[in-house]
C-alpha cells in the first residue's frame, strides 16, 4: 500500500495507524513555500524555507503539508513554490507548530506536543531523516490501462516528424503518487521544439484522469524506462534507407 492507501486505511482502522506512522516519516511529503526555495552558500550551506501557515475554523495555526504533488494541488488550486522534503526532517523544523497532514481532504492532524514526540522516537529507534534521490523513488511498468487512444494519435503526429526514430509509452511512478503516463522519444534536436506541440496535440484526446509526461531517451531515466516496454512507435525507412 502506498503512503495514500495508508493514511485512509489509518483513519478508519486504529490497527493501521502504527504502520502509516513509520511509513510516513521515512517518505518524502510536500509543503507550499511563501517563496522559491533557496540554496544558502557559506559555512551554513543549506536551503532556506518559508512555509507557509494556515487556520482552522476555530481559528488554530497550522504548517499544511501534503502526501503527494496532486494532493497539493487539489489543495491550493493555483501554481504555488512547493518543496519535497523528507516528513521527519520537516517535523524537525516545524516542531513548535501544529500541522495538517492534506488539509481539506482525508487527513490527519499533528499536533506540537505530537509532532515532538515523533521526533523523540525517532531519536530513540535512530531513524534519519533523509530525503531520497528522486530518481530513486521512481519505477517505470507496462500500463495496466489500454492507452490505444494515445499512441494512435501519438503515431499520427510523430510520422510527419523526421527526427524521431522510435516512441515508447509507460506509467511512471514516482514515489507515493498516483501513476502517470511518461511517452520516451528516441529522436535528435530540440525536445522542447517536439514536446510542446506534440502535448498540445495529445491533449485532444487525453482523458480528465491522464496525465502526461515526456522525455528523450537521451537521459538515463529515458533509457531506463524504455527497457521495460516495446516502442508503440517505429519510423518507417525511406527506400534509400533501406
Known sequence: MNLDELLKAAITDPSKRSVFLQTLIKSDVYVICKNPVKQERGNNEGIKLELITTQNPDGDIFIPFFTSFRALQQFAKRYVDCYKINC????????????VLNPN??????????????LLIAQNLKIKAISYNEADTIS????ERSLGHITKAASKF??????????YIMEMIKGCERPQILIVLDMMG????LFVPLSKY?????KS???LCFISLEQDMGKKAAATVEPFYVRKKRYFEK
Open 88 to 99: 521527519l526532517r520537516l517535523f524537525d523544523l516545524i516542531q513548535s507548530v501544529s500541522a
Open 105 to 118: 481532504s482525508y487527513g490527519k492532524e499533528f499536533s506540537s506536543q505530537e509532532i515532538k514526540s515523533i
Open 140 to 143: 517505470y511498468r507496462p500500463s
Open 158 to 167: 510523430l510520422a510527419k516528424q523526421p527526427n524521431v526514430e522510435k516512441a
Open 190 to 193: 530540440s525536445t522542447r521544439k
Open 202 to 206: 495529445l491533449s485532444k484526446v487525453v
Open 209 to 211: 484522469n491522464e496525465h
